[in-house]
């Protein structure tokens, strides 16, 4: 898409799909193939690393952050490329962390990661605080059609939104401090590779998916007021994301349909002026105006398309997030009820069933505060998120308008300028 | 838009305080000083109603008649406003009318009538007749039509079209007593002498050629702008779902609910905006109209123009060819082929008294041709020499106009332009309180 911001991630590699047989793996872990073999790989040299490549996102993301204590970890996600083995193709992301925190060896890092590696991280994150509300990664898939997997929008979305993932979990006081965030960031591939088979077996997953999914058939007795306000507000405000979503694309769609149109407009003055001699000038300016017309509108599509669209999208997939957060929470607490229930029945081995009963009421209760700290602090952001997005569309609207006046007042001055000329010499009419 | 009439005089009619015979003789007067009747009189198409009433065939018919009213020019000063003279007319007596003017004056550029059916519709407007909006659009056009008849300095002295303004009764039979459906020329006259013609007047072709680039462009014009005006219809309607979605979010929001309830009022005021905006283009579009059906007019000139010099060459032609006989007779040799010709070599050569009587005969159609000839020459150069005048007084009517009308589209893209910064700029400080 051209019109884009100065984001210098933005050069991306040319995207084509000639699909032959070979290039189309969809590979288990989604990340994007389908990219021709020829594309030239872009060098990030970590020399270039002083800075991040998009200082005018990083400081959005720190604008409305509520901590406005110094952000001592700045993340950015950038630069994408296909890679080919033999096995498969796949776009990795450079992420790029500049750090003063002590944990960290080094000041600044650059690693690269692709899409399952980011999937890694927050099933980790999930795993070590269940109840933390985190920001959502992007769709695994695009169900709306083939076309546009392979095309340099998508790529670009997609690295937004892992941008914007990574930087939520950086900014989050708890997250920030899990230690596979450092490794995500720092490690090597082959590092990183080694760790990830360290991490709890494909048994133990097992192990704990039963247990959940038989503590959500259980279903949690007795849920506390607050919390299922909470749900019954995600249920309300993810079907108003939904909507919104929906009609901002219906809009999208409406003004190109509009723009169609209006490309065809202005050449029908142009092909008049040219029967006419009196009228060849005004003719000739009304095209002009509306050509001018068309590329505000251009700009203006580009810039819904590119911000509010995404935005919403987002917290539509926040909202999936929340739920599942909430429904966590539900099964630590029937875990806890379950516990209890046995314990009440139970004759003997009291002592050690109750020991495991207050760990589990303890685990309910870290979960509670967890997520009611964490609520408020979902809420601000999104407050914060929606706010810019509607404001920032506001003024692009105001903008695009504010040119199409002047284009046209322009012609009405320069008009209205020349007829007085005209009679000024004596040219009657 | 209305040209100038050129005459300073003003005469005094419809004056509640003269007599009956005071007035007829005024409108006696100033019938026959010829000058602008617009100068003299303020003519309106003040109304438009709906009738019913049985038609030819005997069947009920719904159909809009409307009112025209005139008042002497000068009529309302300090503390006096007469009531405007007035009478009702149907579409049907102003096609009438215009045709009693396309046959009466065949060398000047008629002024069209608004059309009869709703064409270049967009889909939210209406294409029926009987649509409040049309029938309004509909008389505005009227009231133009009549005014631009009435600021030309030939056809607003037609005795006829005074009678159309003043009296209800009666008009009719006046029109069909001029016996002017007598006079026009059939169409397939007019389509003979277009392919037939052999030396046009090159200014006329010129023109024919112009006003065929004029009406084809126009109709394209016409085309696109109603899908662009569909389209953009679209786009802010849309807009109107923001409203109403923002209005129940704002209900289960604290912080939020104000800024996105009064948000949400402003898109709705966005989605109801577009109505306002593309009922004015219309009128853009109906001058742009007029213009297109003012193509069909010229093309009427250029049309008559080569009938007439058909005409004029047919005649000539026949001249030609009976001096040609005249010639041939003369000098006893046959040159052109006859059959004539033909049965005398076969039966045997004609008298001398035989050749005397042909000759005479062709003596006289002789001179009744050149007559002929000489008659329609003048008719030619007449007509050019009027319909040019015209054609140049149409040029200079037809810039003027379009230039407007123009720069009344930019008007009406600046207004619409302000009321959009001015509502985003409103939702942009309600989402700024958010």
């Keep these: 898409m051209s019109g884009m911001s100065a984001d210098p991630a933005q050069a991306l590699p040319a995207v084509m799909s000639p699909l032959s047989g070979q290039m189309l793996e969809l590979d288990e872990d989604d990340d994007l193939e389908v990219f021709s073999k020829d594309m030239n790989l872009m060098d990030g040299s970590p020399m270039n690393a002083s800075m991040p490549t998009s200082p005018a996102s990083m400081i959005n993301q720190y604008k409305f952050e509520e901590e406005t204590d110094a952000k001592d970890i700045f993340v950015t996600v950038d630069n994408p490329e296909s890679h080919v083995t033999a096995l498969e193709t796949f776009i990795t992301y450079r992420v790029v962390t500049k750090t003063t925190r002590s944990e960290f060896d080094s000041c600044e890092y650059e690693v690269r990661r692709r899409y399952q590696d980011f999937l890694w991280l927050k099933e980790r994150l999930e795993e070590g605080h269940p109840t933390l509300i985190m920001h959502p990664l992007p769709e695994k898939f695009v169900m709306k059609g083939m076309v546009e997997r392979f095309n340099d929008d998508f790529i670009e979305t997609r690295q937004k939104a892992l941008h914007k993932f990574l930087n939520r979990v950086a900014d989050h006081p708890i997250l920030s401090c899990h230690e596979d965030f450092k490794i995500f960031l720092t490690a090597q591939a082959w590092e990183l590779t080694s760790h990830k088979k360290q991490g709890p077996g494909f048994l133990s997953r097992m192990g704990d998916t039963v247990r959940a999914v038989a503590a959500s058939v259980r279903g949690v007795r007795n849920r506390p007021e607050e919390f299922t306000a909470m749900l019954e507000y995600v249920d309300s405000f993810g079907q108003k994301m939904i909507s919104l979503d929906k009609v901002t694309q219906r809009i999208v769609k409406e003004q190109k349909e509009y723009l169609g149109e209006l490309k065809e407009y202005g050449p029908v003055y142009t092909l008049w002026s040219g029967s006419e001699e009196e009228l060849v000038e005004p003719l000739k300016g009304v095209a002009s105006c509306i050509d001018r017309c068309c590329k505000a509108t251009e700009e203006q599509i580009g810039h819904l398309s590119e911000n509010l669209v995404p935005l919403l999208h987002e917290y539509v997939l926040c909202t999936d997030s929340v739920k599942a957060v909430l429904r966590r929470r539900d099964n630590i607490q029937a875990e806890s009820e379950a516990k209890n229930d046995a314990l009440a029945n139970r004759k003997a081995d009291r002592e050690a069933l109750k020991e495991e009963v207050e760990r589990l009421e303890d685990k309910v209760e870290c979960a509670n505060n967890a997520l009611k700290g964490d609520w408020l602090r979902w809420q601000g952001n999104m407050r914060s998120d929606i706010k810019a997005a509607f404001v920032s569309t506001a003024e692009k609207n105001v903008d695009y308008y504010e040119k199409c006046l002047a284009v046209w007042e322009s012609f009405l001055t320069s008009q209205t300028a020349a007829h007085d000329m005209e009679s000024n010499s004596g040219h009657s009419s | 838009s209305m040209a100038d009439c050129g005459s300073e005089e003003v005469a005094v009619i419809g004056n509640t305080d003269i007599t009956d015979e005071e007035s007829q003789d005024n409108k006696n007067n100033m019938m026959a000083e010829g000058s602008c009747l617009l100068r003299k009189m303020e003519i309106s198409v003040a109304e438009a109603e709906k009738r019913t009433g049985k038609n030819a065939v005997n069947m009920q018919e719904t159909y809009t008649v409307y009112l025209i009213e005139t008042r002497p020019a000068d009529s309302v000063t300090e503390g006096h406003n007469p009531v405007p003279d007035s009478l009702w007319r149907r579409y049907s007596e102003f096609e009438l009318l215009?045709?009693?003017?396309?046959?009466?004056?065949?060398?000047?550029?008629?002024?069209?009538?608004?059309?009869?059916?709703?064409?270049?519709?967009?889909?939210?407007?209406?294409?029926?007749?009987?649509?409040?909006?049309?029938?309004?659009?509909?008389?505005?056009?009227?009231?133009?039509?009549?005014?631009?008849?009435?600021?030309?300095?030939?056809?607003?002295?037609?005795?006829?079209?005074?009678?159309?303004?003043?009296?209800?009764?009666?008009?009719?039979?006046?029109?069909?007593?001029?016996?002017?459906?007598?006079?026009?020329?059939?169409?397939?006259?007019?389509?003979?002498?277009?392919?037939?013609?052999?030396?046009?007047?090159?200014?006329?072709?010129?023109?024919?050629?112009?006003?065929?680039?004029?009406?084809?462009?126009?109709?394209?014009?016409?085309?696109?702008?109603?899908?662009?005006?569909?389209?953009?219809?679209?786009?802010?309607?849309?807009?109107?779902?923001?409203?109403?979605?923002?209005?129940?979010?704002?209900?289960?929001?604290?912080?939020?609910?104000?800024?996105?309830?009064?948000?949400?009022?402003?898109?709705?005021?966005?989605?109801?905006?577009?109505?306002?905006?593309l009922e004015e283009e219309e009128h853009y579009a109906d001058q742009l109209k007029e213009y297109l059906f003012y193509a069909e007019a010229v093309k009427a000139v250029c049309r008559k123009h080569e009938l007439l010099q058909y005409e004029l060459e047919t005649a000539s032609q026949d001249l030609a060819s009976k001096k040609q006989q005249q010639e041939e007779l003369a000098a006893g040799t046959v040159r052109t082929f006859s059959f004539k010709g033909m049965t005398s070599k076969l039966f045997g050569q004609e008298t001398p008294e035989q050749r005397e009587a042909k000759l005479k005969v062709l003596e006289e159609q002789i001179k009744e041709g050149e007559v002929t000839v000489t008659e329609k020459t003048l008719e030619c150069e007449e007509f050019v020499k009027n319909a040019w005048k015209d054609i140049e007084r149409f040029k200079e009517q037809k810039d003027h106009d379009l230039r407007e009308a123009l720069m009344s589209y930019a008007v009406m893209q600046i207004s619409m332009c302000k009321k959009g910064i001015q509502v985003w700029t409103n939702a942009k400080e309600c989402f700024s309180k958010m």
């Design chain 2, 98 to 277: 215009r045709n009693y003017l396309l046959v009466t004056y065949p060398f000047i550029v008629i002024p069209p009538l608004p059309e009869k059916r709703a064409e270049f519709v967009w889909h939210k407007l209406s294409a029926d007749n009987m649509d409040p909006d049309f029938v309004e659009r509909r008389r505005i056009g009227l009231e133009n039509f009549l005014l631009r008849v009435a600021s030309h300095p030939v056809l607003s002295s037609d005795k006829i079209f005074f009678l159309f303004l003043t009296e209800e009764n009666g008009w009719k039979e006046a029109v069909f007593e001029t016996g002017f459906l007598a006079k026009s020329d059939s169409r397939l006259k007019a389509l003979n002498a277009t392919f037939r013609v052999k030396n046009p007047d090159k200014r006329f072709s010129e023109l024919k050629h112009y006003s065929d680039e004029l009406q084809s462009v126009t109709s394209q014009l016409l085309r696109v702008r109603a899908r662009v005006a569909d389209r953009l219809y679209g786009v802010y309607k849309v807009h109107g779902n923001y409203g109403r979605v923002f209005s129940e979010w704002s209900a289960i929001e604290k912080e939020m609910g104000d800024g996105l309830q009064s948000a949400g009022h402003h898109m709705d005021a966005y989605a109801a905006s577009v109505d306002d905006i």
